[in-house]
């Protein structure tokens, strides 16, 4: 190889190296931009950083600075007279319009997670997750006792989760009439979804008494249509379901967990029923996916994991239930079906 190629092949690998080293610069200045609402300031139409730092009371100089850096990723734009537009991705940053991801960036950026991402060398080296030792309790645990962390988690998992729940809802092909059962659906954004795209069904939504007092079910259309109940999916799931759902469930916990939550749902399960486990499924190869990253999160998080096919398979049959297809969204989630044996 030519030693010029070589040095250049060497420059840009370092600068990559580099380039990853300093990603917690980005999410420090995606976080400035969500604390400002800078978003929100622009909606109207774009403004030089000056005026952005009047607006927010900021040093509009080094908030230029901030801007100029989430411009070069895509998230906004900034114009040859210094002032900065909204972008498709900074638009998704505004606060109470429809997709907002602005409580699912506030959730992912907070300090309880980047303190626990912190400690990833140490939970290679033990087996053990990081959180618990930054924060004194297990995840759920610690949610549990801490109201403003638990509302963090409950409005950023429901914005991080609207998108994938209306492409769910669209790609697979829910039955015409029948009872679907969510299990540890949350608030119920994604049953809302299929209700309201699928009129002939039913729905129950099923989770922890302090997550289903706050659902989102209470359409009058949807009257008559659904029911909420509160439970512990450890230890048994609604009967009766015709289609049973597991979204972004199975993830945050081991396999021993993962199975006993899959055999509640199979003793709930008549012959012939159906489970949908929808999670970021680990394609095979070396390419880029998200499902990369969250499972270096559910490993510090909860000593959890994403799955490739065949863990999960393995899960599906010790739990007494046959995969029969995969079905994929245009979301890093993956749709994988499973029938009761």
């Not at 907002?100 to 290679?124: A, C, F, K, N, W």
């Not at 003793?267 to 949908?276: E, F, K, V």
Request: include cysteine; charged fraction near 25%.
């Amino acid at each position: 190889m030519n030693p010029a190629d070589t040095a250049t092949t060497t420059a840009a690998d370092a600068a990559l190296l580099v380039d990853m080293a300093l990603g917690h610069l980005a999410s420090a200045a995606l976080r400035t931009a969500v604390d400002l609402r800078i978003a929100d300031h622009l909606a109207d139409g774009p403004l030089h950083p000056d005026e952005l730092g009047r607006r927010t009371g900021a040093r509009g100089t080094h908030l230029g600075r901030v801007l100029t850096f989430l411009a070069s990723r895509g998230v906004f734009r900034e114009d040859h007279e210094g002032a900065f537009h909204l972008t498709p991705a900074a638009a998704l940053l505004r606060t109470g319009v429809p997709g907002s991801q602005h409580p699912g960036i506030v959730m992912i950026t907070d300090d309880m997670y980047r303190r626990t991402s912190g400690g990833l060398t140490e939970t290679v080296r033990t087996g053990e997750p990081s959180f618990a030792r930054f924060h004194g309790a297990p995840y759920f645990a610690y949610l549990e006792s801490d109201a403003a962390a638990r509302e963090v988690f409950d409005a950023g998992m429901a914005a991080f989760s609207a998108p994938a729940d209306a492409l769910v809802a669209e790609v697979y092909d829910f039955p015409a009439t029948g009872t679907v059962v969510d299990v540890g659906g949350g608030r119920g954004g994604l049953l809302r979804e299929i209700l309201e795209r699928h009129p002939g069904l039913h729905g129950v939504l099923f989770d922890r008494g302090v997550t289903t007092g706050d659902h989102i079910l209470d359409a009058p259309h949807l009257a008559g249509r659904r029911r909420v109940e509160a439970g512990d999916f450890f230890d048994a799931v609604p009967a009766g379901g015709d289609l049973y759902v597991l979204k972004q469930i199975l993830h945050d916990w081991d396999d021993t967990d993962a199975s006993r939550i899959l055999r509640s749902c199979r003793s709930a399960m008549a012959p012939g029923s159906r489970l949908l486990v929808i999670d970021a499924l680990i394609p095979p190869g070396n390419d880029p996916h998200p499902g990369k990253a969250l499972d270096l999160a559910m490993m510090t998080l909860f000593d959890s994991a994403e799955r490739d096919i065949e863990e999960l398979d393995a899960l599906l049959s010790r739990a007494g239930l046959r995969r029969t297809r995969v079905v994929p969204t245009p979301s890093p989630t993956t749709i994988v079906e499973a029938v009761a044996e």
